[in-house]
């Protein structure tokens, strides 16, 4: 389908077809819509990766991202930064462990508390990784001005907060 035929169905099907009391129409939420643009980023970006010889899934180089912004971290503290359950984060840095990309150690101040921190060889994957994720997003949003872009991060922020305000501050 071509680039003007798919936004011509967003255009037509997803953004001018309000109800009355401005909702999407049942099954284009902006969930759905957000889902679609996250999942096409998701597959070019596992692409891009593999196409460069890493052998690390997208959702590895979440967690990765979150270690080079801030390392040794918890894997309750990846589970909260990385919105995944304890049994994924646990399955994804045992993969990580096994890449020799991250290793655990137990906390000094609380030994009930792994912390994940990175190894040399993930520390060497940082500029890579970041440079095709920004190439992938450069794709992505070729055409897309940054009023338009500004645009899209105020609403989706504006809707994460309205439905997280209340339970983040009462947890």
């Given at each position: 389908?071509?680039?003007?035929?798919?936004?011509?169905?967003?255009?037509?099907?997803?953004?001018?077809?309000?109800?009355?009391?401005?909702?999407?129409?049942?099954?284009?939420?902006?969930?759905?819509?957000?889902?679609?643009?996250?999942?096409?980023?998701?597959?070019?970006?596992?692409?891009?990766?593999?196409?460069?010889?890493?052998?690390?899934?997208?959702?590895?180089?979440?967690?990765?991202?979150?270690?080079?912004?801030?390392?040794?971290?918890?894997?309750?503290?990846?589970?909260?930064?990385?919105?995944?359950?304890?049994?994924?984060?646990?399955?994804?840095?045992?993969?990580?462990?096994?890449?020799?990309?991250?290793?655990?150690?137990?906390?000094?101040?609380?030994?009930?508390?792994?912390?994940?921190?990175?190894?040399?060889?993930a520390v060497d994957l940082q500029e890579m990784t970041i440079l095709i994720a920004n190439q992938t997003m450069d794709e992505a949003l070729e055409g897309i001005s940054r009023d338009e872009i500004n645009v899209v991060k105020s609403v989706f922020q504006r809707v994460y907060d309205n439905l997280t305000v209340g339970i983040?501050?009462?947890?």
């Amino acid at each position: 389908m071509a680039v003007s035929a798919k936004r011509t169905y967003f255009e037509n099907s997803c953004i001018t077809n309000y109800m009355p009391n401005n909702q999407f129409k049942r099954g284009e939420l902006y969930s759905v819509i957000n889902g679609m643009a996250s999942t096409a980023v998701a597959r070019r970006l596992q692409k891009n990766f593999r196409q460069a010889g890493l052998e690390i899934t997208i959702e590895q180089w979440s967690v990765l991202y979150h270690l080079w912004k801030e390392d040794c971290l918890s894997q309750q503290e990846l589970c909260n930064r990385t919105f995944r359950d304890k049994p994924s984060i646990t399955r994804l840095i045992d993969n990580l462990e096994k890449q020799k990309l991250v290793k655990r150690m137990a906390s000094k101040s609380d030994r009930r508390i792994n912390l994940v921190c990175l190894t040399q060889a993930a520390v060497d994957l940082q500029e890579m990784t970041i440079l095709i994720a920004n190439q992938t997003m450069d794709e992505a949003l070729e055409g897309i001005s940054r009023d338009e872009i500004n645009v899209v991060k105020s609403v989706f922020q504006r809707v994460y907060d309205n439905l997280t305000v209340g339970i983040l501050v009462n947890n």
